[in-house]
């Protein structure tokens, strides 16, 4: 047990990365010049935020034998990103890859609350596949990088989603509505995959050192520096890096 898959984007480019789907003025780059650690980082940006404007790397995985999927990135928002009306981007994603129209069992999507840009759960309830909110909220702030993490545990009755923000448990639900839509994700996802097209909901999202594991570790009160080389050396501890 331990990570699944993870990419720190060093390679400069996509290439451990299963797809890297865009459309509209949408583009999935690396770069160096916003970063989190190391060289380099991805960059998803959208110009227009008009109806098929997306851009987003994908990776197939295998799910989890102990039925548990915990997915974290370093992520930050630039300066030109905006989110005028409710339910923007999701920028980290569990996916089912078959399932459609939208293919997300949990993530995490930007919002707009009338007055300031925020960060949600949104998952697929069992019973009808209806896409739920959760009533949780963490008010984002432009050209800072936090680490944002998503978790999914299927090994009891219920799904339970839990989802973090820089180490610290934001809200915990659990799908008890009656259904057989309990697909489980094959499939992690980042980047600006749309949510809500508004051409008020666009800009560039950075992403850097994505993880997937089948284990959630307790995060580690040290610098960013210290958590850097302990990745380095030991990537079974690469959970808050």
């Known amino acids: 047990m331990g990570i699944i898959f993870s990419d720190d984007f060093e390679s400069a480019d996509f290439s451990n990365w299963t797809s890297t789907p865009t459309g509209g003025t949408g583009t999935a780059t690396v770069q160096g010049t916003t970063v989190h650690q190391g060289s380099d980082a991805a960059k998803f940006t959208t110009t227009t935020g008009v109806n098929g404007d997306n851009a987003s790397a994908s990776k197939s995985i295998t799910w989890p034998t102990n039925n548990f999927l915990y997915i974290q990135g370093w992520v930050y928002f630039g300066s030109d990103y905006t989110n005028g009306l409710a339910n923007g981007h999701i920028f980290i994603t569990a996916d089912v890859a078959t399932q459609t129209p939208w293919g997300e069992r949990a993530g995490l999507t930007t919002d707009w609350t009338g007055s300031n840009i925020a960060v949600q759960l949104v998952y697929r309830r069992k019973s009808d596949n209806t896409r739920v909110f959760g009533s949780a909220s963490y008010t984002l702030s432009l050209t800072t990088w936090n680490l944002f993490a998503l978790s999914v545990d299927?090994?009891?009755?219920?799904?339970?989603?839990?989802?973090?923000?820089?180490?610290?448990?934001?809200?915990?639900?659990?799908?008890?509505?009656?259904?057989?839509?309990?697909?489980?994700?094959?499939?992690?996802?980042?980047?600006?995959?749309?949510?809500?097209?508004?051409?008020?909901?666009?800009?560039?999202?950075?992403?850097?050192?994505?993880?997937?594991?089948?284990?959630?570790?307790?995060?580690?009160?040290?610098?960013?520096?210290?958590?850097?080389?302990?990745?380095?050396?030991?990537?079974?501890?690469w959970f808050y890096v």
């Open 154 to 237: 299927y090994s009891g009755t219920d799904p339970v989603f839990k989802w973090y923000v820089d180490g610290s448990l934001q809200e915990t639900i659990t799908d008890s509505s009656s259904g057989t839509n309990t697909q489980k994700p094959d499939e992690v996802s980042t980047g600006a995959q749309i949510l809500n097209w508004d051409a008020t909901n666009k800009g560039s999202i950075y992403v850097d050192e994505f993880v997937a594991r089948d284990t959630l570790v307790t995060p580690y009160s040290i610098t960013k520096s210290q958590q850097y080389n302990i990745a380095m050396s030991y990537p079974a501890a």
